[in-house]
């Protein structure tokens, strides 16, 4: 079941806050292939399970 608090995705401002990096470092990432992103329309939204992909990667990799 969903949660309602939280988004699917995120714009890509939002989603550089919910990551606490910046935008060049955000298009780096979706550049490089570690983040995929989704386009509606003229939006580009960054699913919440690529965020949360990420950081256990970067964990994994930390470890």
Known sequence: MLS???P???RIATACQVLGI???KLYSLICN???QTIKI??????????LEALLRRLQSEKS
């Open 4 to 6: 309602t608090n939280e």
């Open 8 to 10: 699917l995705a995120y």
């Open 22 to 24: 910046g935008r060049t």
């Open 33 to 35: 292939g570690e983040i």
């Open 41 to 50: 329309g003229r939006r580009v939204l960054v699913p919440r399970t690529e």
